[in-house]
Structure formats: structure tokens, C-alpha cells
């Protein structure tokens, strides 16, 4: 009973070094969702794809890159990692049109 | 834009005690509304969802909502808090593709 997987699960970069999150849903949901989560900030949506082949900015996607590998996978990139970026990434998906998303357990990012 | 208030950033309650978190939306067409609750270091739980109907929802853990729509309010309640409940709840708003989530409450629970 997985759910959404992400990895990894911690993360400490230096300034201006590139990388991967993974995300991976086994529940066959059309969306998928990155969200940052910041303190007194909530969530905020940093891309969403509404299904394969297709992404959408979200509130605050500078900075980052996104990927739907294919309808399981969905994958965020930093290119150049800068400090503003240290924090808490979660990935969720969501299946049929107004059903509640579904989320993962989160990616703690430090950036140096 | 659509918004989601919390006007509560922290709640601190007794064990026992009844428990009422405060939600504000801005939406102009029927909300679709949820509750989420974050454990520490885990990921967001659903507790409940509004849709349509019944205006006051039962979710899991014992919590409830009530939807009033002239009010522009979805407020979580539970009549006796367990300080296992001691963690941060997010009201949210789903409309087009989108959730909006608002800043979060932290409740801590006193024995």
C-alpha cells in the first residue's frame, strides 16, 4: 500500500549544484502535483501536471523544472540550487476530477 | 484570487477539552473544501472533504466540519481532544486543477 513515494527523504546541496526529486504514484491518478512548504506559508504549488504529457506552472515555479516521465513518475529538477530553496518538497497526485490529493511523506532540502 | 484564511497560527488546548480551528475561503462557485492534518516530520493526511449536501461533514479521528456558505467559512471541530491530535491542520480550497491551502494552524495539546 505505497501511495506516493518520494525520494529521498533528506538532502543537503551547496549553492549552484543540480538536482533530482522523485516522486512515484501506484494508485493510477491522472495528476500529480510539487508543492514547497515553508513556515507560516503553507503549501505552495510549484508545478502540477493534469495528466502524462503535460505540465503547468504553478505559484512559484522559478527556479525549478519539471518532468512527467509517465503517468506513474513526476520528477523535480533544480538546475542551480540556490539558498532560498532549503525546504520541505511534497509530491501528491490526485485521481478523479474533484477527489482529494494524495500526499507523499516529503523531501527535506537544505541548500548551502 | 482564491484565498484560504486560518486566522489561528497556534491553538493550545487541554486534553479533553473541545477544539474548534477557524477556516475562511474566497471563492466565487461552490467550494469544494478539505481538512488535512500534518503530523511532524510526515506528510498531510486527509481528515475530511466537502462537496455538496450535508453541510456538516464527519472525517476521520473523530473531527467534523461544518460548511456555511454565508459565513464563507469550513471550521474542524472535535468534542474531545487526545494529545495525539497535537499537530499542524491545513484548511484547503480545490477549484479548476488546483488546491489552495491556507498558512496552517499548529494545535498543541497540554496532559
Known amino acids: 500500500n505505497a501511495g506516493v513515494t518520494q525520494t529521498p527523504k533528506f538532502q543537503v546541496l551547496k549553492t549552484g549544484q543540480s538536482m533530482t526529486l522523485q516522486c512515484a504514484q501506484d494508485?493510477?491518478?491522472?495528476?500529480m502535483y510539487w508543492y514547497r512548504q515553508d513556515p507560516g506559508m503553507g503549501l505552495r504549488l510549484i508545478y502540477y501536471?493534469?495528466?502524462?504529457?503535460?505540465?503547468d506552472k504553478g505559484e512559484v515555479p522559478n527556479g525549478y523544472n519539471v518532468s512527467r516521465l509517465n503517468k506513474r513518475e513526476f520528477s523535480l529538477r533544480l538546475e542551480s540550487a540556490a539558498p532560498s530553496q532549503t525546504s520541505v518538497y511534497f509530491c501528491?497526485?490526485?485521481?478523479?476530477?474533484?477527489?482529494?490529493?494524495?500526499f507523499g511523506d516529503g523531501t527535506r532540502l537544505s541548500i548551502l | 484570487a482564491q484565498s484560504v484564511t486560518q486566522p489561528d497560527i497556534h491553538i493550545t488546548v487541554s486534553e479533553g477539552a473541545s477544539l474548534e480551528l477557524r477556516c475562511n475561503y474566497s471563492?466565487?462557485?461552490?467550494?469544494?473544501l478539505f481538512w488535512y492534518v500534518q503530523s511532524p516530520g510526515q506528510g498531510l493526511q486527509l481528515l475530511l472533504k466537502?462537496?455538496?449536501?450535508?453541510?456538516l461533514v464527519q472525517g476521520i479521528k473523530g473531527f467534523e466540519a461544518e460548511f456555511k456558505r454565508s459565513q464563507s467559512s469550513f471550521n474542524l471541530r472535535k468534542p474531545s481532544v487526545h494529545w495525539s491530535d497535537a499537530a499542524e491542520y491545513f484548511c484547503?480550497?480545490?477549484?479548476?486543477?488546483?488546491?489552495?491551502f491556507g498558512p496552517g494552524t499548529r494545535l498543541s495539546v497540554l496532559p
Open positions: 501528491a497526485s490526485r485521481g478523479y476530477s474533484n477527489q482529494p490529493q494524495h
Open positions: 494508485m493510477n491518478h491522472n495528476s
Open positions: 466537502y462537496f455538496s449536501g450535508d453541510t
Open positions: 501536471s493534469a495528466s502524462e504529457g503535460t505540465t
Open positions: 471563492y466565487g462557485a461552490t467550494p469544494y
Open positions: 484547503g480550497v480545490y477549484y479548476g486543477q488546483n488546491f489552495v
